[in-house]
């Protein structure tokens, strides 16, 4: 947990940006009669009935040192879509920086492990030298600030029916031009000052192991 907060606390450093990378699913449903537009007096009005045509996954990469964010959509959600997304960020949106500055959770694909399932091992090699990597802890997934621009994404363009994954894609880079171009950043106050005060109770305890030691051999007889 320090590691990701400590990291959140470093300058700008356009030779090693940071990169918030998480992923997510969006159902597609498709009408099955034609909605009825809104108009004077009258609100829109959609049938109860649908059609489910699935699923597709999307990438959300949030720099909060920029206020930029970019999504990539996927019609799977596998460790090559995943290593795709890391080529993406290496080559087409951080072609010049030094290394990319990674922060996601611990999911078994986000390893470098999955750069060798989808490349040769020269180019998952390239691509793993060109990430520093860090991990939100199990059950922390909250620390990664892409989990806060998806929130927003499902709120203000996914939460209605979208029927294709080419109609999610649309949505969702639409959205993310318009945020970027009003650099709508995160106000991330949370430290590790503050995790050591009010996330005590998750931090190993030294004193704990010793009493587990003790009630253990309490009841021997020492000399």
Request: net charge neutral; charged share 25%.
């Amino acid at each position: 947990m320090e590691d990701v907060l400590e990291v959140y606390a470093r300058p700008s450093d356009e030779k090693r940006p940071l990169v918030c990378l998480d992923e997510f699913c969006k159902q597609l449903i498709a009408d099955t009669r034609e909605p009825v537009a809104a108009h004077p007096g009258q609100p829109a009005r959609t049938d109860y009935e649908y059609e489910r045509r699935g699923m597709c996954s999307a990438f959300m990469a949030y720099s909060p040192l920029e206020q930029w964010r970019g999504v990539r959509v996927s019609g799977r959600r596998t460790a090559q879509d995943w290593a795709q997304t890391i080529k993406w960020l290496c080559d087409e949106v951080y072609p010049l920086a030094e290394k990319i500055v990674l922060v996601q959770d611990n999911l078994n694909t986000h390893t470098p492990a999955s750069l060798y399932e989808a490349f040769e091992p020269s180019e998952a090699l390239r691509l793993k030298e060109r990430i520093e990597w860090h991990f939100t802890p199990k059950h922390g997934s909250w620390l990664n600030m892409a989990e806060i621009e998806i929130g927003v994404a499902q709120r203000q363009c996914l939460d209605k029916r979208i029927a294709t994954q080419q109609e999610v894609e649309r949505e969702l880079i639409a959205w993310a031009a318009q945020r970027n171009a009003q650099h709508y950043g995160t106000g991330w106050l949370f430290t590790t000052k503050d995790a050591r005060i009010k996330l005590k109770r998750l931090y190993p305890s030294a004193l704990l192991g010793m009493n587990h030691w003790y009630q253990g051999t309490s009841g021997q007889n020492w000399r």
